[in-house]
Nanobody, 124 residues
Framework: QLQASGGGSVQAGGSLRLSCAAS????????IGWFRQAPGKEREGVSH????????YYADSVKGRFTISSDNAKNTVYLQMNTLKPEDTAVYYC???????????????????WGKGTQVTVSS
């Protein structure tokens, strides 16, 4: 089971930190992906982390602004989002896939577990 939290409303340039807490399995055995879906758009991958070796992936649109990290003791993955832009407005989802997949190839429908989304709204 995955529980995403931390969404909210901020002005452009602000920051938010999303959390994805896992229960029932160890994040060290999974890859965690953050995906987002804006109104009228397809769900897209934002940032992923491979629990086994810490490898990370970022979509071009968030590189340099977002940072994904994990706290294995808390079995939680975080997405620190800085310098937020209005185009970052979306519902953000975390999902998990067993093993050590190739991170850029992760897609939401191919994951093993999914959490409920958390809304992020960035105003200009």
């Amino acid at each position: 089971q995955l529980q995403a939290s931390g969404g909210g409303s901020v002005q452009a340039g602000g920051s938010l930190r999303l959390s994805c807490a896992a229960s029932g399995f160890s994040l060290g055995d999974y890859a965690i992906g953050w995906f987002r879906q804006a109104p009228g758009k397809e769900r897209e991958g934002v940032s992923h982390l491979r629990g086994g070796d810490g490898t990370t992936y970022y979509a071009d649109s968030v590189k340099g602004r977002f940072t994904i990290s994990s706290d294995n003791a808390k079995n939680t993955v975080y997405l620190q989002m800085n310098t937020l832009k209005p185009e970052d407005t979306a519902v953000y989802y975390c999902a998990a896939k067993c093993g050590s997949p190739y991170l850029p190839a992760l897609y939401y429908g191919g994951m093993d577990y999914w959490g409920k989304g958390t809304q992020v709204t960035v105003s200009s």
